[in-house]
């Protein structure tokens, strides 16, 4: 069986995954985002649960996380500029941050880690944000959800105004 690529991001060091079935033609395209045995394989993570978050054009979701959950997300229609960030008080790169841009032409997986927090931008009319997650939804008041705008993280988004949920507008910061 042919196995996925992956391949570590610069700053932090995220696994960044491709699929192992990635066909286009002519009538569109076909991916395989997860196979159970390539998975369980190479990233060594039990996955129980999918999620999809369908978004409009600016809308901006995030910076959420746990202590425990790992998360494979991807874009899977639309286009989104997800910001990865290191929420592990403990770490040396606590704070630091990644950008990705995610997009169902370049579909592509990133894996983040417990203590790390994921948000995302969307720049397209319309988004499907996907994703898969090795424990159970327990909602927002399990999470941790830190705000964009605090000087320590510094993401800049490419408009001053996004749609942004109260959880997000008066989050704490770090």
Known sequence: MKSNKII????????????????????GRYIQSYNKKNYDKRLKIKFVEDDFVLSKKNVFRGIHGDFKTWKLVSCVY??????????????????????????AENYFQILIPPKFGNSYFVTSRVSIFHYKQSNYYSGQNNQFTFNFKDPKILIKLPIKNPIISDRDKNAEFF
């Not at 700053?11 to 002519?26: G, W």
């Not at 770490?91 to 841009?101: D, I, L, T, V």
Request: glycine content about 4%.
């Open 8 to 27: 570590k991001s610069k700053k932090l060091k995220l696994k960044i995954v491709y699929p192992q079935t990635n066909f286009l033609d002519y009538r």
């Open 78 to 103: 639309g286009k989104c500029i997800c910001f990865i960030v290191n929420c592990d008080t403990k770490s040396k790169n606590f704070g630091e941050w990644e950008k990705f841009y995610l997009n």
